[in-house]
């Protein structure tokens, strides 16, 4: 679904990715692990772009309408899909099939008496699964999220890769906790200094081995 061939990616003079390939295939369920500023999100961001109409991203910034209901911002998750007289109705008078839709996008992930507050008395955590529960209303054939929980307790947590598991087949997950990208995803894609420097199946890894990306060491050496 996703294929990379010596991806270069330079910022301000500085090289964040450096001749980078990847080939992500379906049903694959990989989180992108390492320190901070190795290029996780750049990299996720290249793969979005190969499938941009079709696969739902859950940026770092939750990007919510502020004044909006927690149910108008789910919604648009499909504005691509629908026409846009139709969107317009929605936003005015939402029909119950998609209130019935949205809230239970918003059960799985504990959000369901929130469904017409506004985005912005939202908690942070909350605003983070809001925008979760956008990308799973979206119900493409990917999901792309850059640190989904990072907000979220581990209880929630849990629930944000357990919904996301159960809505998508294919995932790419930035992810900064190893235990949950272990116990979450069936492979494991190590960053370090712009390089792939690790990719494994999950169920050969422990925290030990991964625990090298976060010390500037190579796994394994």
């Known amino acids: ?33 390492g320190r901070s500023g190795v290029g996780k999100s750049t990299l996720l961001n290249l793969l979005f772009e190969q499938r941009r109409e079709t696969a739902a991203l859950v940026p770092q910034d939750p990007g919510l309408v502020r004044s909006l209901s927690v149910f108008h911002n789910v919604f648009m998750g499909r504005l691509s899909l629908n026409s846009v007289g139709y969107n317009l109705l ?4 939402p029909r119950k099939s998609e209130v019935d839709a949205v809230r239970d996008v918003l059960v799985s992930l504990e959000l369901e008496e929130k469904l017409f507050e506004p985005a912005g008395e939202l908690s942070g955590g909350q605003q983070q699964r809001t925008s979760v529960a956008r990308a799973l209303f979206r119900d493409g054939d990917a999901l792309l999220a850059d640190e989904p929980v990072s907000s979220v307790d581990e209880h929630q947590s849990r629930a944000v890769l357990a ?8 995932t790419v997950l930035a992810m900064h906790d190893v235990d949950l990208a272990l116990a979450y995803c069936t492979r494991i894609v190590g960053l370090d200094g712009g390089k792939i420097v690790l990719d494994a199946p999950a169920d050969r890894m422990t925290r030990a081995d991964l625990m090298p990306l976060y010390k500037g060491e190579t796994p394994g050496a």
């Open 1 to 33: 679904m996703f294929d990379l061939r010596d991806a270069t990616v330079s910022y301000d003079g500085n090289v964040v990715l450096d001749g980078i390939s990847l080939r992500i295939g379906l049903g694959e369920r990989v989180a992108l692990v």
């Open 163 to 170: 919904s996301i598991n159960a809505v998508y087949e294919t």
């Open 90 to 93: 929605n936003l005015v008078w």
